[in-house]
């Protein structure tokens, strides 16, 4: 119940074209759900974020829509440029509790070819 | 700058000789937590730190410990690696213990345990 699983596990989309990496969850106590991009080399970092009282969150090129009724959320990239090439972690997390940790998913390596 | 900084970024050991890797970060953070990256295993959280002289384990704590006297600072350390060991650690903070799914990352420290 503590999973997120996370969908494909690698992609591979030409540039220009739209990117989407898909995340399901079953512990509804979850209340935050952010995306994490992490290029070669590099920490993770904090890419966007949506709680569950809202559908849809647009920063730029990155969206995340979020289907509270079937427990999953996705992330949609936009004109993907090779400059996006990184693995993207979806993850769950209970603000609202004392202390939960956030759960991660197993990852999702994204190439942009040219 | 706000960061979390990671000492060695690469190490190779042998087994059994003791080693620290260290982490600091500048941003007055409570909370901090230690992960371990492993191909198709994502991230696996090893300990973490809900603030000074408060730790507690993790997914993964078997062979390493934690210390945290200073907020700024929570040092990794494995007593006696052995090659299983062998790894990318992530030391990660947030700003309370109820902003776990806002983690600021370091940049890794690849540990090689021959």
């Known amino acids: 119940q503590q999973q997120v699983k996370q969908s494909p596990q690698s992609l591979i989309v030409q540039k220009g074209g739209i990117s989407i990496i898909n995340c399901a969850y079953e512990n509804t106590a979850f209340d935050y759900f952010p995306w994490y991009q992490q290029f070669p080399g590099k920490g993770p970092a904090l890419l966007i974020a949506?709680?569950?009282?809202?559908s849809e969150k647009k920063e730029g090129r990155f969206t995340i829509s979020f289907n509270k009724s079937a427990k999953q959320f996705s992330l949609h990239i936009m004109d993907s440029q090779p400059g996006d090439s990184a693995t993207y972690f979806c993850?769950?997390?209970?603000?609202?509790?004392?202390?939960?940790?956030?759960?991660f998913g197993p990852g999702t390596s994204l190439s942009v070819i040219p | 700058e706000a960061q979390v900084t990671q000492n060695p970024r690469y190490l190779i050991t042998v087994t059994g000789k003791k080693l620290t890797v260290t982490c600091s970060q500048n941003m007055n953070h409570e909370y901090m937590s230690w992960y371990r990256q492993d191909p198709g295993l994502g991230l696996r959280q090893i300990y973490y730190?809900?603030?000074?002289?408060?730790?507690d384990k993790g997914d993964v704590p078997e062979g390493y410990k934690v210390s945290r006297k200073e907020k700024r600072n929570f040092p990794l350390i494995l007593e006696s690696p052995s090659p299983n060991q062998t790894s990318l650690y992530f030391c990660?903070?947030?700003?309370?213990?109820?902003?776990?799914?806002?983690?600021?990352f370091g940049e890794g420290s690849r540990l090689t345990v021959l």
């Open positions: 949506i709680r569950p009282d809202v």
């Open positions: 730190s809900m603030n000074v002289e408060v730790t």
């Open positions: 993850a769950a997390s209970k603000r609202k509790t004392s202390y939960d940790k956030v759960i």
């Open positions: 990660a903070s947030s700003l309370t213990q109820q902003h776990t799914g806002e983690l600021f």
